[in-house]
């Protein structure tokens, strides 16, 4: 493995760092108006998932204490 200098090594990261393309305001702005819309719609369904087992473990248990 070769070893590369200081000074090699700034030039490689700055050489490397002039290839990053950042997002534009308006696609950051889009990217968290969708992660937002996601997680909101992802956190409404798994509520809705956990209600409904909720409710079949209540009524699987009256069911088995003999309160059904």
Do not use: C, H, Y
């Amino acid at each position: 493995m070769a070893k590369t200098s200081p000074g090699d090594f700034v030039r490689q990261v700055r050489a490397e760092a002039s290839k990053i393309v950042w997002p534009t305001n308006r696609e950051t702005l889009v990217t968290a108006v969708m992660v937002v819309i996601m997680t909101s719609l992802l956190g409404l369904f798994f509520f809705g998932i956990d209600t409904f087992f909720g409710w079949v473990v209540r009524f699987l248990l009256s069911l088995a204490t003999g309160q059904g």
